[in-house]
């Protein structure tokens, strides 16, 4: 089973952690399964951006990204060129690196 690694980040992983993943699953979806509470104001439909990730390691073992999040990844804050939305990010049988972006588009955070 792959890893997804999250470095650190000051709200959801403030010491970095490692989480078992399941192939075939959404890195938002795992990542949600695991208590890591990142923001995703659409419910995970491709309709913004506050679930952006950057993935460090591993980026050529996940799924094409499609028009529509390509799209939408010009609106997120921080954008690089291995950035995906984490609700369209399906992983693959490899481990993962990610980082969560410090910040989002989003104003207010949701209710999630």
């Known amino acids: 089973m792959p ?7 000051p709200e959801y992983a403030p010491q970095g952690t490692e989480i078992q993943a399941t192939p075939g699953h959404s890195i938002c979806e795992i990542l ?8 995703h104001a659409c419910d995970m439909s491709c309709a913004c951006t506050t679930c952006h990730v950057i993935v460090r390691q591993g980026l050529e073992s996940l799924n094409e990204a499609e028009e529509e999040e390509e799209d939408l990844l010009d609106r997120a804050w921080g954008l690089e060129p291995q950035s995906r939305l984490s609700c369209q990010t399906i992983v693959a049988q490899k481990d993962l690196t990610i980082e969560i972006p410090r910040y989002t ?3 207010a955070k949701e209710n999630h």
């Not at 890893?3 to 980040?9: D, F, N």
């Not at 949600?32 to 990142?38: D, F, V």
């Open 105 to 107: 588009i989003n104003h």
């Open 3 to 9: 890893v997804i690694k999250i470095l650190p980040h």
């Open 32 to 39: 949600l399964e695991n208590h890591i509470e990142i923001e």
